[in-house]
């Protein structure tokens, strides 16, 4: 494929979970995420609310992808590759159809997909390719050719970057340990405490 070609023709996809970008999109995120079916008691999703009017409403999730994209991009030009890269949300903008669109616009014909997940599984994987295709359908993209990259859970670099942590760790100060025990351990229990009463009494429940 030449420089031309592959200027108009493929194209790579970063796919990801997305995340509210302001407090005016968190209702519309928390009701894309709690797709109906999901079992979670009213109670939890305003407390949920309140977690983002915490922080402002915006999550960091967004904006990490996007430097993630900027790099590639950069990463391709210097390589010589004019292939583009765009990004593409399963619960925020811009959402996979937006990206179906964006490429049908642009002519595209192949695009290598990029699951942000380093391992497989239904929740981390196949859910993000079911919405792929659903919206690739949906927005009359079906001749492009989508092309998925291989799980990178033991990509070198990968394992590098992960093991670049252990060093902050070593250098983190007890009460900051604390903190993070703190957020993940209590706030495992606080979710759980809260939705297990409304799961007992409807015999079923789930907590993602």
């Known amino acids: ?23 005016e999109q968190v209702r519309s995120f928390l009701s894309s995420v709690l797709s109906p079916g999901t079992n979670v008691p009213s109670e939890r999703y305003l407390e949920v609310l309140k977690h983002y009017e915490h922080i402002g409403g915006v999550s960091p999730y967004n904006t990490s992808t996007y430097k993630q994209r900027d790099a590639l991009q950069k990463w391709l030009k210097e390589q010589g590759s004019d292939l583009q890269v765009g990004v593409g949300f399963r619960h925020s903008f811009p959402s996979l159809k937006d990206a179906f669109e964006r490429l049908k616009k642009s002519e595209i014909k192949r695009v290598v ?68 025990l ?19 009494k409807a015999r079923y429940g789930k907590i993602v």
Do not use: H
């Open 182 to 200: 703190d957020v993940n351990l209590k706030g495992a229990f606080n979710v759980t405490k809260a939705c297990i009463r409304s799961m007992v």
């Open 1 to 23: 494929m030449n420089t031309a070609e592959t200027k108009t023709k493929a194209a790579v996809l970063l796919i990801g979970f997305g995340g509210p970008t302001g407090p």
């Open 113 to 180: 997909s990029v699951v942000l997940s380093s391992f497989r599984s239904y929740s981390s994987f196949e859910k993000y390719v079911e919405r792929l295709e659903a919206e690739q359908k949906n927005t009359g993209a079906s001749e492009i050719q989508t092309i998925y990259t291989d799980p990178f859970y033991e990509n070198p670099l990968f394992i590098e970057a992960q093991a670049s942590r252990i060093w902050d760790m070593m250098r983190m100060a007890e009460a900051d340990w604390d903190l993070v």
